[in-house]
């Protein structure tokens, strides 16, 4: 089992578990693994961040590690620029959705993908065992590159249709979250020649619009945004950029579930006999769409890295995570905010309908999603207690009971933060409202014991 990485990546408190000891001596077991550079190193706007990159490019420079700080960049354009620009591997200073006070290290692979659980576990022993070079024959250096967002763009122009879009002039609110997506959303919209309004536009890595993490809960301001600017649809991005979640036309946000859905029935459309690629909490509605169009789902556990790496070995087409995580393999196997927003324009300008009378077009399926908070040393009994009960539920991430494929309760710890999460499907609102009822109160009894 892995100690440091998590769901995505590395994430801590910083500097109180984040240390810049343990920062340093993380990059020296980062930069063994990688063997070579250069290396890109991007961040997000948290405070922490630029302290942060200096003591990993120093790291880095000391086993002869040459790097290029990018700066201020969405996670997803990191990784496409480790692609296309022939770095060795990459570094994405960021906790994408935790609060402030965190901050982490996600790494990426010469493919531009988050290295595998694999290779995580061979980090973390060449980490625990101090095994990396002591003096280099030379130095290395750290350079700047002002090219990934450029790069990134122009990638994610490629996969659209760019003059239909432009056509239509579009309507677009763009909720930033303060996050990372204020370097390129808004340049992706401009090139797109949509009509675009901001909310929480300014860079600030205290997040004090709404926080880092998009919730149909806190996006009051953009659904209010689309209604008063008569916009066609909305969006709004995590602390660093990788995920989105939509508003339609009407207002009403989208779950991550029901935007990937429409997304993946437009893209089925033009590419039947696909693969696509999700975890086990996500919506059962995609089974039904890929049986209408001869595609294959695949399922995996929980977390982007667990999805993106199936994609890679599958040649997926696809691959989604209900937390408005989206992957489109003929850009990047990773969850990428402003190549779905640009897919989602897309589907708006083909299928000459709103957002809001596509979602509703869907197979009726209801999904809910909480949180309970957990002390780490109460989730071994918490999942014993359950398993115990229902010993034949699907025990393979968490614990996912199922009374039918379209109703079922999954309860699985985070892996970024001290809470267990708890997911659920059923086919009316009555029985979810029922079922989330039932299982937070179940949750809630066996931590408090």
Not at 172 to 200: H, I, M, Y
Not at 256 to 280: E, F, M, W, Y
Not at 374 to 388: E, Y
Request: some cysteine; overall charge negative.
């Amino acid at each position: 089992m892995a100690k440091f990485f998590g769901t995505n990546g590395i994430r801590r408190v910083f500097p109180q578990d984040l240390t810049l000891e343990f920062i340093h001596d993380m990059t020296l077991a980062i930069g063994t693994y990688f063997e070579r550079g250069p290396i890109l190193i991007g961040y997000d706007g948290r405070e922490s961040s630029p302290v942060i990159c200096k003591v990993v490019c120093s790291a880095l420079n000391f086993m002869g590690i040459d790097c290029n700080v990018a700066g201020v960049v969405p996670t997803p354009c990191l990784e496409y620029a480790v692609k296309t620009l022939g770095y060795s591997g990459g570094l994405m200073i960021t906790a994408s959705h935790n609060p402030p006070q965190y901050n982490g290290i996600k790494p990426a692979a010469g493919d531009g993908v988050e290295i595998s659980r694999s290779d995580e576990l061979v980090i973390e022993d060449i980490y625990l065992e101090k095994r990396w070079p002591k003096k280099p024959d030379s130095w290395g250096v750290t350079a700047t590159d002002d090219r990934p967002v450029g790069v990134y763009l122009k990638g994610i122009l490629s996969h659209v249709d760019t003059k239909l879009i432009r056509s239509k002039h579009f309507a677009v609110v763009l909720d930033l979250g303060n996050g990372a997506q204020t370097v390129s959303a808004p340049d992706l919209c401009r090139l797109l020649e949509c009509k675009t309004f901001l909310v929480n536009e300014n860079l600030d890595g205290t997040f004090p619009g709404r926080g880092s993490e998009p919730t149909p809960q806190n996006l009051s301001a953009l659904s209010k945004a689309v209604r008063d600017n008569n916009a066609d649809i909305g969006v709004a991005f995590d602390g660093d950029g990788d995920r989105s979640l939509f508003c339609d036309n009407d207002g009403n946000i989208l779950t991550g579930d029901q935007s990937a859905l429409v997304l993946v029935r437009h893209l089925l459309k033009k590419n039947p006999d696909s693969v696509i690629v999700t975890c086990l909490n996500s919506s059962s509605g995609i089974e039904d769409l890929a049986l209408a169009s001869g595609s294959k789902v695949i399922r995996t556990k929980v977390g982007s890295v667990e999805v993106s790496r199936e994609m890679v070995s599958s040649k997926a087409l696809i691959g989604f995570e209900e937390n408005g995580g989206f992957m489109y393999g003929r850009h990047n196997q990773v969850r990428d905010g402003g190549m779905t927003l640009a897919l989602m324009l897309d589907l708006l300008a083909t299928c000459n309908k709103p957002l809001a009378t596509e979602a509703t077009s869907l197979t009726s399926s209801f999904t809910a999603k909480d949180k309970v908070a957990c002390p780490v040393t109460k989730v071994s009994s918490l999942l014993s207690s359950l398993i115990s009960e229902f010993p034949d539920a699907d025990t393979s991430d968490g614990i996912k009971i199922i009374a039918d494929p379209k109703n079922w309760v999954m309860i699985r710890p985070s892996g970024t933060e001290p809470i267990v999460r708890i997911y659920a499907e059923s086919t009316s609102q009555e029985k979810l409202d029922a079922l989330m009822s039932e299982y937070l109160a179940k949750v809630n009894s066996i931590i408090s014991r």
